[in-house]
């Protein structure tokens, strides 16, 4: 395989990954919120969530019913589950050769799942939607561990799968920071955001107390054990690049720095920065990692970021 030849799979596989794993994330995300009831989730509160996502048609939406239905299934939208899934599978079909059949089977599976004859789903129907676009994921990145070579292709997809996880617990952190006041008396907050990372039993195991915000935050963030935490996410991304033959120091370094970081911070120090500000500045710094590898893996003609 060329040089060319080796940039181009990369980029394919790297953003297949990505795009299965945001799915997976968003689909889950989508239906604890759906549960939660409109007194919690008011219209400007899916407008600041779907703005924290991403979506630039967040300040346009009307009620909660046409707001799931935009991020499940509009194809205008770039961060609902249709358009990911739907790029996750062109970037699959690129690398067919590398894609296990079963892979594309779900693939295949997922896409039918969000673009099917979504007029007759009625409201309570969106919640098996969700679950089974969730479930499928799983099953792909299941089947990603089991039925493909581990070779450069697959560490490419893991490191895909994993800069997409860390990206999303940060941006699910800074969808509730402006809820974070009301955690300590309204634990259906806390509980939420937990179960929107399957950590809510895992936390229990750890935290045997009262649900406090400032204990989930340094969970999600720091903890070590749980693999949705940004620190856990970041470990196993630095190790996957590690894997990969390095045709530049930048994104290696880049993230060393970043599992550094985050290894010796602490929530004081999030407290005094502010959570939010603490979040975003996390957030830009992944987003160099990707451009990082952009330069020297997808691009490599251009070494700058």
Not at 48 to 75: E, N, W
Not at 76 to 85: K, M, Q, R, T
Not at 124 to 151: G, K, N, R
Request: hydrophobic content about 40%.
């Amino acid at each position: 395989m060329n040089n060319h030849m080796l940039s181009r799979v990369a980029e394919d596989v790297y953003w297949m990954a990505r795009y299965v794993e945001r799915a997976q994330n968003f689909a889950r995300i989508l239906g604890i919120r759906k549960t939660q009831g409109a007194q919690m989730i008011t219209r400007e509160r899916w407008g600041d969530f779907l703005q924290t996502f991403g979506d630039p048609h967040a300040d346009q939406m009307g009620d909660p019913s046409s707001i799931i239905r935009h991020v499940i299934c509009d194809t205008d939208c770039p961060i609902s589950l249709c358009s990911n899934i739907k790029m996750g599978r062109d970037n699959a079909r690129m690398a067919r050769d590398i894609v296990s059949p079963e892979m594309w089977q779900i693939l295949t599976r997922m896409q039918n799942t969000v673009s099917g004859k979504v007029e007759d789903i009625d409201d309570e129907s969106w919640e098996e939607v969700l679950s089974q676009v969730t479930m499928d994921a799983l099953t792909f990145q299941s089947l990603l561990m089991s039925t493909i070579l581990h070779d450069e292709a697959y560490h490419f997809m893991m490191i895909g799968t994993l800069l997409e996880r860390a990206l999303a617990t940060l941006r699910l952190l800074l969808s509730y920071c402006g809820t974070l006041s009301l955690w300590d008396h309204e634990p259906l907050y806390a509980v939420n955001a937990l179960k929107s990372v399957t950590g809510y039993g895992a936390f229990r195991r750890a935290y045997r107390k009262q649900l406090q915000a400032f204990d989930v935050f340094q969970f999600l963030l720091f903890e070590p054990a749980f693999p949705r935490s940004v620190l856990n996410a970041a470990a196993h991304l630095l190790r996957e690049q590690q894997a990969v033959p390095a045709p530049a120091d930048m994104p290696r370094q880049l993230s060393g720095r970043l599992l550094g970081q985050l290894s010796y911070d602490t929530m004081d120090l999030v407290m005094e920065e502010s959570p939010g500000m603490y979040v975003r500045r996390l957030i830009a710094q992944f987003e160099k990692v990707h451009e990082g590898l952009t330069a020297s893996y997808f691009q490599p003609e251009v070494q700058e970021i």
